[in-house]
């Protein structure tokens, strides 16, 4: 399911459907499934997002798994999305990236990357 998420992203920046192409703001809400839990997961989430310039909150779940929402120019949250399914924190392991609600805002619902306790 992430895969094509991020394509649908890309495939509609490269179309020039997006207002200022890599400039439109996106919000997409993610779980991630694996060893994501006590492997500084959020933290490393958090740092990339920030480092994106990215606004969001990540979280772990009761299910072991990591959630959030990542909010910020399309083309930024791809690059996240990417970070999200392959890369996360070097002690993680990502069997799975869900991907929903993406939808086109017009402006950011937050001032920062939160971690939610």
């Given amino acids: ?23 439109t703001l996106v919000s997409v809400d993610y779980e991630i499934f694996g060893k994501v839990q006590g492997v500084f997961f959020h933290q490393h989430t958090q740092d990339e997002g920030k ?7 990540v979280q772990n779940t009761d299910q072991g798994t990591v959630q959030g929402q990542l909010q910020g120019p399309i083309s930024k949250v791809c690059h996240m999305q990417e970070w999200l399914e392959t890369r996360g924190s070097p002690k993680s392991h990502i069997n799975k990236a869900n ?8 402006k950011l619902d ?8």
């Fill in 51 to 57: 480092k994106l310039g990215l606004v969001g909150w």
């Fill in 110 to 117: 937050y001032s920062d990357f939160q971690i939610v306790k």
């Fill in 99 to 106: 991907f929903n609600n993406e939808k086109v805002i017009l």
């Fill in 1 to 23: 399911a992430g895969a094509s998420r991020l394509t649908l992203f890309n495939e509609r920046n490269k179309e020039g459907l997006s207002m200022a192409e890599g400039d």
